[in-house]
């Protein structure tokens, strides 16, 4: 039987979120047919995200027994709404309780949060939420994916990518890795460069209030 990968879809999200760790683990299942990728719900239903893309999952939560992995992604706003839904942490929590892992990108740590997962584990998240980490008894740590036992957490959107090779080198070994990573042609070159983290953009925007204040002024 194949290892089901299933990665939680809710209103809201971060597309790339899903997308692009759901695209690296897509193209393992492709190469390797013991592993098997759904997306799942709680229902077949069409969701908004945070673009003007919809996306409409494979499965219902009902449909998924046990998955090998959960991944959870992240968002802005909707994200801390959907870590007021019961149903959805429950399902969560049920999932990670068998799950071999259990990972999130972004903001999706703040869900495994709500859902009591991470306590006592080093985890990392957008920097922009990274110290509320502590409020769920997590140790922040601000590194672009951490493993602590079988919980992974990527920062922010585009870590994800980084964190699902990393997923495909400990499940299917180095060799593996190198071939979706050269499948997929991840090979980032930032027109701009990297991130200056010492910049003063980066201290005004991780005040409490700072992503509104940042996804405002993308919007203008």
């Not at 229902?43 to 959870?72: G, I």
């Not at 939420?129 to 957490?153: H, S």
Request: glycine fraction near 8%; charged fraction near 20%.
């Amino acid at each position: 039987m194949a290892k089901t990968i299933a990665f939680v879809l809710y209103p809201g999200i971060t597309p790339l979120d899903l997308v692009g760790p759901l695209q690296v683990l897509s193209a393992l299942a492709e190469f390797d047919r013991s592993f098997d990728v759904v997306v799942a719900a709680h229902n077949h239903d069409v969701l908004e995200t945070d673009t003007p893309v919809r996306l409409q999952p494979s499965h219902s939560f009902d449909e998924v027994t046990e998955p090998f992995a959960v991944m959870v992604p992240g968002g802005g706003a909707p994200t801390l709404a959907a870590m007021k839904d019961r149903a959805l942490v429950a399902q969560i929590a049920s999932f990670a309780r068998t799950a071999q892992w259990v990972g999130s990108v972004c903001t999706g740590s703040l869900i495994l949060g709500a859902a009591g997962l991470l306590a006592g584990r080093r985890a990392t998240t957008h920097w922009g939420f990274r110290d509320r980490l502590a409020a769920f008894g997590a140790e922040a740590v601000a590194e672009r994916w951490v493993v602590d036992g079988k919980l992974i957490t990527a920062a922010g959107v585009s870590a994800g990518i980084d964190m699902a090779l990393h997923v495909v080198e400990r499940l299917a070994g180095e060799q593996m890795a190198r071939k979706v990573q050269l499948a997929v042609e991840y090979d980032p070159q930032p027109p701009l460069g990297g991130i200056d983290w010492q910049s003063p953009e980066v201290s005004r925007y991780a005040q409490p209030d700072g992503w509104t204040a940042l996804t405002a002024s993308r919007n203008h």
